[in-house]
C-alpha cells in the first residue's frame, strides 16, 4: 500500500458539525476551528444551514456523495446527537439513495462521530453512572451505518468538555484530532483495526504505526 | 294608482306574515306563499282577477331561476347528464302522458282530449320543486339531480307540445306538408313565449310569424347562438366596463338587461325564455362575474317567484271545487298516484337507492306551471272543450299546493328512515361549492390562494378590482369578480356551505365587519382574518376570528432575523433570537388583549399602558442577560453547558 500512496487520490473529508449553542462551548469551538484548519476537509455548520432545520435532501446527498469519510462533530446530548442530526438522517438518507437494492450512494465510505462529552471517560462503563460505553450508546449511529454499507469506526471523543482548560488536555485532543483528520485524508490509518477499539481517542500512533 | 299600492299592501302582508311562519314549522316558503295566495285569494276574497295578469309576469321569476340553475352548472356537467336528461324526462313524460292518456279515455273522454290532457299534466312544477329543493338542501341529493333533469327535459318538451297540440283540433290536417306543421311551430311557439315574458308584447314582436317555415330553423340556430356567443365573447368586457364605472346598480341594470333581453330574443323567435335563460347561465357558469350575477338576480327571482307561488293559491276556485270535491280529490289521488309510480319504476330503472328513488317520485308528483299554460292553449286552439278547464286547472293548482306536504312526507318519513338504515355514500355527492372562500385576491389573499390551491383544496376566491380579475385570469387562475363584504355576493359564493373563510381585503373596518357577518351567518365556519395591527387583532378576536394574522409582523420578524445575520450572529442563534421574541410578543399580546376596550384609546387606559412598560422592561432584560450564562436565560437553558448550572451533581450531559 505505501509504494502506491503518491498514486491513491486523498480521501475528501466531510465534517457535518452541529452545535445548537456554539459560542456556549469552549472545547466545541476548539476542534471546529481545527477541523476548518485541515486542508482537504468540507466543513459544514448544520445550525448554520438550517437554522430553521428545513434541511435541503438533495444538496445533502449530493454533497456526501461527493465525499469518502463522513464525521458528525457534535457535543453529546442525552446519549445522543443535537436533534438535527436526527433530522438530517430522516431526510436526507432516502431509500434508493442510501439503502434498498439500489440505494448504493453510500456503500464504502468512512464514518464516525466526534464528540465533546461533559462526563468523565470512567462514567462511560458498565459499572460507571452511565453504565454504558460510548460505543455502546451510539448502536444507532453503527447500524444506520452499516445498513447504508458504510464502513463504521468508534466514536473520537473529548470528555469532560466543561472542563476544557484544565492543564493541556485540550490542546492535546486537539492536536490529536487534527492528525486523525490528516491520517485518514492520506490514507495512513489501519482502518480495520480502527474498527475493533471502543473509542478512536489516543489511538492515532496505534493506528498509523504500520503505515 | 291607489288600488296597485292597496294589492301590493296585500300581497306583501300576507307573505311577511304567512312564510315566516311556515318556515319556521318547518314547512318551507313555499307553502307559505301558496297559504298566503289561498286566504288572500278564495278564502278572504282580498284579490280578483288580477291575479291571472300576475300570474304572467310572476312567471318571470321562472325564467331568472333557471338563469341561475344555468349559472352553476358548467357546459361539462350538463354535457354529463345528457343521458339522464333525455332518458329519464323523455321515458317520464312519454310513460306519464300515455297513463293520464288511457285513464281519461277509460273515463270516456275523446281520445284527443284525452292526449292532450295527458301532455299537459305529464309536466311538473320546475318553480315549486327546485325552490323547495334547493331551501331543503336536496338539490345535491341523487333523487334531486333525477328531478332536475327531468324538469329540464319538460321544460324542453313544452316547445314541441305546444307545435303538435294544435294538430288534434285539426285532424284533416294531420300528415300533410311540413309548411303547415311549421307554421304550426311558430304559432304555437309565439304563444309558448307568453309564458314568461309579457303576453302582448310577445305576440306582437314576433319576428318569425311572418317567415316561411324553411327559414325558421336558421333564425333560431342564429338566435342560439347570439347566446351563446355573446355570453361567450361578450359578456366579460361589457362586465368589466360596468366594473370599472364602480356603480352597484350598473352591474344590477346590466344583469336584469342580461336575462329580460334573451327572454325577449328567446320569444322573438318563439322559443321558450325559460330555455334561453338557462342556456345563458350555462355559458356563463364559468365566468369570473358569475357570483356577482348570482347576487344580483337572486333577489328579483326571490320575490317574482314568491309572487307567482301567491297567485296559485290565489288563482284557486273554491266555488268549482266546492261543486265537485269528491270527484276533484278523486282525480287529484289518480294524478299523483299515477305520476308517483312511473317516477319511482323510472327511479328503479336508473339504479337510483333506497330515499333518492322517494325523492324523486314525490317531489315531482304535481303537475305544474307549463300546465296552466297548456291548458289556455289547448281551449284557444279548441282541443279542449272550453267547459273541461276551470277543473283541469284547479286540478293543477291543487296538486301544486300538495306539493310541499310531499316534501314534508318524504322529509318525516323516507329520509329518515334510510337515514337509520343505510349509511352514507358521502363520496357521491360531489361539493360543487368551494370549501375555503378567500375575500380579497391581493398581495395577501393571493398567497393563501396559491397555497391552498397547489394543495389541491377547492376554493372561491371574491375580489372586487376587476382589473385584477382579469390578470389573475390570464395566469389560469379563478378568481370572481365581487365586493366581498356584500351579504348577498357571500351567499351567492356558498358561504354556507364552505368550511372555511378567509378575510384577506385591505381594509381594517371592513375586515373587521366582515368577520361579524360571517360569524353571525355562520357559527361554525373557521374564520382566518387579516389584522393590520396589535388592535385590529383585538378587534377581530372580539369578532370571532379563530386564527388572527398579522400582515405584516411575520415578514417584520425575518427581518430582524436577516439583521441579525448581517451584524455576523450565528444564524442559529438570530433564530432562536427571534423565536423569543414573538414567544414574547404572543404573551404580551395575551395580557394586553385583556386590558383593551373597544373604543377607547390605550393612551387613556392606565391598566393597558402599565402592561405595556412592563412587558417592554422584560423584553430588554431578557435580550440583555442573554449574553450572560445561567438557567433563566430564556433563549438557551436547554443547552447550557452543565459545569455552568448551579446544580452540577446532578447533571447528566
Redesign the interface.
Known amino acids: 500500500m505505501s509504494l502506491l500512496d503518491d498514486e491513491i487520490a486523498p480521501r475528501r473529508i466531510l465534517i457535518l458539525a452541529a452545535?445548537?449553542?456554539?459560542?456556549?462551548?469552549v472545547a466545541g469551538k476548539a476542534v471546529r476551528k481545527a477541523a476548518r484548519e485541515v486542508d482537504g476537509v468540507t466543513f459544514a455548520?448544520l445550525?448554520?444551514?438550517y437554522?430553521?432545520q428545513d434541511i435541503n435532501a438533495d444538496r445533502e446527498q449530493e454533497r456526501a456523495e461527493a465525499h469518502d469519510v463522513i464525521i458528525f462533530l457534535h457535543?453529546?446530548?442525552?446519549?445522543s446527537t443535537p436533534s438535527i442530526f436526527k433530522e438530517w438522517q430522516d431526510i436526507v438518507l432516502e431509500h434508493g439513495w442510501a439503502f434498498g437494492s439500489s440505494g448504493k450512494a453510500l456503500a464504502g465510505k468512512i464514518f464516525f462521530s466526534a464528540l465533546t462529552?461533559?462526563?468523565p471517560e470512567e462514567s462511560y462503563f458498565a459499572d460507571g453512572y452511565?453504565h454504558f460505553t460510548l460505543r455502546q450508546m451510539l448502536t444507532p449511529l453503527e447500524q444506520t451505518a452499516d445498513y447504508c454499507g458504510m464502513v463504521y469506526l468508534p466514536p473520537f471523543a473529548f470528555f469532560r468538555?466543561?472542563?476544557a482548560e484544565e492543564g493541556n488536555r485540550l490542546n492535546e485532543h486537539v492536536a490529536e484530532w487534527k492528525g486523525l483528520l490528516m491520517a485518514l485524508r492520506d490514507h495512513k490509518i489501519d482502518i480495520e483495526t480502527a474498527r475493533q477499539q471502543p473509542l478512536l481517542n489516543g489511538q492515532l500512533k496505534m493506528l498509523t504505526r504500520e503505515a | 294608482m291607489d288600488g296597485i299600492l292597496l294589492s301590493a299592501t296585500i300581497y306583501l302582508v300576507a307573505a311577511v306574515i304567512l312564510v315566516p311562519i311556515c318556515s319556521r314549522l318547518g314547512l318551507g316558503s313555499v307553502l307559505g306563499y301558496l297559504i298566503a295566495g289561498v286566504l288572500i285569494g278564495p278564502v278572504f276574497g282580498l284579490v280578483g282577477s288580477e291575479t291571472q295578469d300576475l300570474q304572467h309576469i310572476a312567471e318571470f321569476g321562472v325564467v331568472m331561476m333557471l338563469f341561475l340553475i344555468g349559472l352553476e352548472l358548467e357546459p361539462r356537467a350538463l354535457w354529463d347528464m345528457r343521458m339522464r336528461l333525455l332518458g329519464l324526462g323523455g321515458l317520464q313524460v312519454t310513460l306519464t302522458a300515455g297513463l293520464i292518456a288511457a285513464g281519461c279515455m277509460a273515463m270516456g273522454l275523446n281520445w284527443t282530449f284525452a292526449v292532450a290532457i295527458g301532455l299537459t299534466f305529464s309536466l311538473s312544477s320546475t318553480a315549486i320543486v327546485m325552490q323547495s329543493l334547493a331551501e331543503k338542501g336536496l338539490d345535491k341529493a341523487e333523487g334531486g339531480r333525477g328531478s332536475f333533469s327531468i324538469l329540464l327535459f319538460q321544460d324542453i318538451a313544452v316547445i314541441p307540445m305546444l307545435a303538435l297540440l294544435p294538430l288534434l283540433a285539426m285532424p284533416h290536417l294531420m300528415g300533410s306538408g311540413i309548411e303547415e306543421a311549421a307554421h304550426g311551430v311558430v304559432d304555437a311557439a309565439h304563444a309558448g313565449g307568453d309564458h314568461g315574458a309579457e303576453a302582448d308584447h310577445g305576440a306582437s314582436l314576433s319576428i318569425v310569424d311572418q317567415l316561411p317555415g324553411w327559414a325558421y330553423g336558421p333564425v333560431v340556430l342564429a338566435a342560439i347562438g347570439i347566446v351563446v356567443g355573446g355570453g361567450m365573447y361578450l359578456t366579460r368586457p361589457l362586465f368589466r366596463f360596468i366594473a370599472r364605472s364602480g356603480l352597484r346598480e350598473m352591474f344590477t341594470a346590466v344583469a336584469l338587461f342580461l336575462v329580460v333581453g334573451i327572454a325577449l330574443l328567446m320569444t322573438l323567435v318563439g322559443l321558450s325564455p325559460a330555455l334561453g335563460t338557462f342556456l345563458a347561465g350555462v355559458v356563463l357558469a364559468n365566468s369570473e362575474y358569475r357570483h356577482e350575477l348570482e347576487a344580483d338576480i337572486e333577489p328579483f327571482r326571490g320575490l317574482l317567484m314568491g309572487l307567482f307561488f301567491i297567485t296559485v293559491g290565489a288563482g284557486i276556485q273554491f266555488a268549482v271545487f266546492l261543486a265537485d270535491w269528491a270527484l276533484i280529490l278523486g282525480l287529484l289521488a289518480a294524478l299523483i298516484a299515477v305520476k308517483a309510480i312511473v317516477l319511482f319504476v323510472l327511479a328503479v330503472i336508473f339504479k337510483l337507492r333506497g330515499k333518492d328513488r322517494w325523492l324523486m317520485a314525490l317531489s315531482l308528483a304535481q303537475a305544474g306551471e307549463f300546465g296552466f299554460v297548456l291548458l289556455s292553449f289547448n281551449v284557444q286552439n279548441e282541443v279542449l272543450p272550453p267547459d273541461l278547464q276551470p277543473i283541469l286547472s284547479l286540478l293543477v293548482a291543487l296538486s301544486m299546493l300538495v306539493t310541499p306536504l310531499l316534501f314534508i312526507l318524504y322529509e318525516q318519513v323516507f329520509h329518515r328512515k334510510y337515514a337509520e338504515t343505510m349509511p352514507e355514500r358521502e363520496a357521491d355527492e360531489i361539493d360543487q361549492r368551494g370549501t375555503t372562500i378567500i375575500a380579497g385576491h391581493g398581495r395577501f389573499g393571493q398567497i393563501v390562494h396559491r397555497v391552498l390551491r397547489a394543495a389541491g383544496y377547492e376554493i372561491v376566491v371574491l375580489e372586487h378590482k376587476s382589473e385584477f380579475v382579469e390578470n389573475m385570469t390570464k395566469f389560469g387562475v379563478k378568481t370572481f369578480y365581487g365586493d366581498a363584504t356584500r351579504p348577498d355576493l357571500l351567499h351567492a359564493a356558498g358561504l354556507h356551505e364552505a368550511k372555511q373563510f378567509v378575510a384577506a381585503i385591505d381594509d381594517k373596518d371592513q375586515i373587521t365587519e366582515l368577520v361579524k357577518h360571517v360569524r353571525r351567518e355562520c357559527p361554525d365556519i373557521h374564520i382566518v382574518a387579516r389584522a393590520i395591527d396589535r388592535h385590529h387583532v383585538y378587534q377581530l378576536y372580539a369578532a370571532g376570528a379563530n386564527d388572527i394574522i398579522r400582515e405584516t409582523f411575520d415578514s417584520a420578524v425575518r427581518a430582524a432575523r436577516s439583521a441579525l445575520e448581517g451584524l455576523g450572529e450565528?444564524?442559529?442563534?438570530?433564530?432562536k433570537a427571534v423565536r423569543y421574541f414573538v414567544r414574547h410578543d404572543r404573551e404580551t399580546l395575551v395580557k394586553l388583549a385583556a386590558a383593551w376596550r373597544e373604543g377607547e384609546s390605550i393612551w387613556d387606559n392606565p391598566e393597558y399602558l402599565a402592561i405595556a412598560r412592563q412587558q417592554a422592561d422584560l423584553m430588554t432584560e431578557t435580550m440583555k442577560t442573554d449574553r450572560s450564562?445561567g438557567r433563566n436565560n430564556a433563549l438557551?437553558r436547554?443547552?447550557?453547558?452543565?459545569?455552568?448550572r448551579p446544580e452540577e451533581e446532578v447533571?447528566?450531559?
Not at chain 1, 457535543?75 to 446519549?79: E, L, R
Not at chain 2, 450565528?570 to 433564530?575: N, Q, R, T
Not at chain 2, 436547554?638 to 459545569?643: R, V
Open positions: 452545535h445548537p449553542a456554539p459560542r456556549r462551548s455548520d445550525y448554520a444551514e437554522p430553521r457535543p453529546f446530548f442525552w446519549y462529552a461533559g462526563n452511565n468538555a466543561g472542563h | 450565528h444564524p442559529f442563534e438570530a433564530e450564562a438557551e436547554a443547552w447550557m453547558p452543565p459545569d455552568i447533571d447528566e450531559d
